[in-house]
C-alpha cells in the first residue's frame, strides 16, 4: 500500500543483527561446512527483501535466484548453481517459504524470506505509515477515523505475522517427528494439517488487510499528505 501519490514507500535500510551468526546455528553450519557464499548469499537475500515492499518483503522462487546473483555480480555463474545455495537456506530453515496474497490479483503466491527480517521490515514500515498519515484539509473527525482504520491494518498484519510463527513451530515440529526412527504418523497428519489451517487463515487475513487498505485509500482522497516529523 502506498498513501502518498507517486510515492512508494521503500526500506532506508537493512541490518544485520549483533551476533547474527552466533546465533544462527544452521547457518553457521553451512558456512562451515560448505563455504562463505551462503554468508553472502544470506546478505543478499535480505537486501533484495527490503526492495518488495508490495509483497512484505517475500521474494518469488526465481527472484531469490535472479536478484542474489546480480547484487553479488556472478555474472559468469549458471542459475542452477545459485539454486544450490537458496535450496540448502531453505532446506536448514534459514530461507521461510509463505503464503502471500497479491492485493491486485487476489491470487494466493508462494514467496519466500527470512522470516525474522521480513518480520522488522513489516514492523519498520507499519510504523512508516502511522506517522506520515496526516492529511491536509482534512477536518480532525476524519483524520482520527484515517488513522484509526490505518491501526486496523497494522492489527491484522501483526496476525499475520503471529500465523507464520504458528506455523514455523508446526513445520518444526513436522520435520522432527519425520525424522524419528518410530514417527507417529497420526502426530504427523496432525502437524500437516494445522500448516494447512496456518496457510489458510494466513490467506484469509490478507484479504481482510486488503479491503481495509482499500478503505483507508478511500479516507484518503481529497487530501494530501505530509510526512509527520
Known sequence: MSLIP????RAEFTQLPYGFINDNTALQTLI???????LAMYIAIQDRMANHTEEDFTLSYSEAIAEPKAYLQQYS???ADIKVWLDDLIDAEIVEQRIFVNAYTDIEETRYCIPSVADTLEVLRDSYFSKVINPLKMPKADKDKLKETQA????VRKS?????AQKRNCRNALTKELAKP?????????LNAQIEDCDR??????RKAHTIEKEVELLMQGGGL???E
Open 6 to 9: 507517486g510515492k512508494r514507500y
Open 226 to 228: 505530509v510526512d509527520a
Open 152 to 155: 486496523k491494518v497494522s492489527e
Open 201 to 206: 487463515d494466513i490467506a484469509a487475513l490478507y
Open 182 to 190: 518410530d514417527c507417529d504418523k497420526s502426530v504427523a497428519q496432525i
Open 160 to 164: 499475520i505475522r503471529i500465523k507464520n
Open 32 to 38: 562451515r561446512m560448505k563455504g562463505l557464499q551462503y
Open 77 to 79: 555463474m549458471e542459475d
